[in-house]
């Protein structure tokens, strides 16, 4: 079984400051994490993707996520938010089936 | 390329009837998804395609749902009769590969979104 726990549904940053997006998860096999992002009236796009290499991952836009096992946590995070990035955020875990379990979502709000 | 596209884009039915989701993958991906958002709920796996055979339909709610994928191209997802609770947004998605390994990646149409009055 596995399941994915993201710590905040809304969170609010100003223009050029850091964005954190915590994702906890849970899984009986070693997991493959991904986030993914949901702009207004367009589809789930991948924003990056951990599976079992560098525990640092990079995506697209600037964003990045660190696995940390003994943390169970794949938390992503951005150095400079940018009005664009405001969207809803998808914490997602794919263990031995060939489901993806997603997060609840968080949206993020970006204040000028 | 085209990407994964959904039709419509929004339906709205009363309870009872009878509406059909489409979903066009992405050319040459053999694995077809579908997933639904209920309001306020997370986003949940219904079934896996691969070509037109369903190698998972475990989260399909209830026999009220049934998808096809005739030739392996396109797919419908119809509910019938439709209920309140099966409003919300249905995504369907696409890959390649089966699994989400180094290779894998599922590209997510828009969706369509469903409302039951």
């Known amino acids: 079984a596995q399941s994915v726990t993201q710590l905040d549904s809304h969170v609010s940053v100003s223009e050029g400051t850091p964005v954190l997006l915590r994702c906890n998860y849970s899984?009986?096999?070693?997991?493959?994490l991904f986030w993914y992002v949901q702009h207004p009236n367009k589809g789930l796009q991948l924003l990056l993707k951990?599976?079992?290499?560098?525990?640092l991952v990079k995506g697209i836009n600037g964003f990045e996520a660190e696995f940390k096992k003994s943390e169970t946590s794949f938390h992503l995070t951005k150095p400079s938010a940018h009005m664009s990035d405001a969207a809803e955020y998808f914490c997602v875990v794919s263990g031995s089936a060939r489901q993806l379990t997603f997060g609840s979502g968080t949206q993020l709000t970006v204040l000028p | 390329e085209a990407g994964v596209t959904q039709f419509p884009s929004h339906s709205v039915i009363e309870k009872g009837q009878t509406v059909t989701l489409r979903c066009d993958p992405i050319?040459?991906?053999?694995?077809l998804y579908w997933y639904r958002r209920v309001m306020g709920k997370e986003i949940k796996f219904l079934l896996h395609f691969v070509k037109e055979s369903k190698q998972d339909e475990s989260g399909m709610p209830n026999n009220r749902f049934l998808a096809e994928r005739t030739g392996g191209t396109y797919s419908t997802l119809k509910v019938q009769p439709a209920e309140l609770e099966d409003s919300g947004v249905y995504f369907c998605a696409s890959s390649r590969y089966a699994g989400t390994g180094k290779n894998g990646e599922l590209f997510f149409g828009e969706g369509s979104r469903l409302t039951v009055l």
């Open positions: 951990y599976t079992s290499a560098a525990t």
């Open positions: 050319s040459g991906h053999d694995n």
């Open positions: 899984s009986s096999y070693s997991p493959s």
